[in-house]
């Protein structure tokens, strides 16, 4: 969910999205959310031990959330949805199955 608000911020900084479209973003994945179309997954030590491995290899651009959903998703057998090449990338080499969206080119 903090991975989603920070997408959508980042647009409204960069001018690609307007605050109100912003909020009603938001506020149309929390409803999801709530309403149980989205497995929310609680984060364990384990977890941030994992990620905490996987940034320190220091062999890429891994970063702290992209490493705590891959943890999670190793953990939980799940798959990844992503735009994010550097996240599809590492989570494919981890094994996980990933389905890419392609990022609109005009946002």
């Known amino acids: 969910m903090v991975e989603l608000v920070s997408a959508v911020a980042r647009k409204v900084r960069e001018r690609a999205l307007a605050a109100a479209d912003a909020h009603r973003i938001a506020d149309t994945f929390k409803t999801h959310v709530d309403g149980g179309h989205y497995r929310v ?12 491995r996987r940034i320190g290899r220091f062999n890429s651009a891994l970063r702290t959330l ?42």
Not at 41 to 52: G, I, S
């Open 41 to 52: 997954v609680k984060l364990d030590h384990e977890d941030y031990e994992d990620a905490r």
């Open 66 to 107: 992209d490493a705590l959903h891959i943890a999670v998703a190793v953990r939980e057998k799940l798959s990844i949805v992503t735009a994010d090449n550097a996240l599809a990338s590492a989570a494919q080499k981890s094994g996980i199955e990933v389905f890419f969206i392609e990022a609109d080119a005009t946002t």
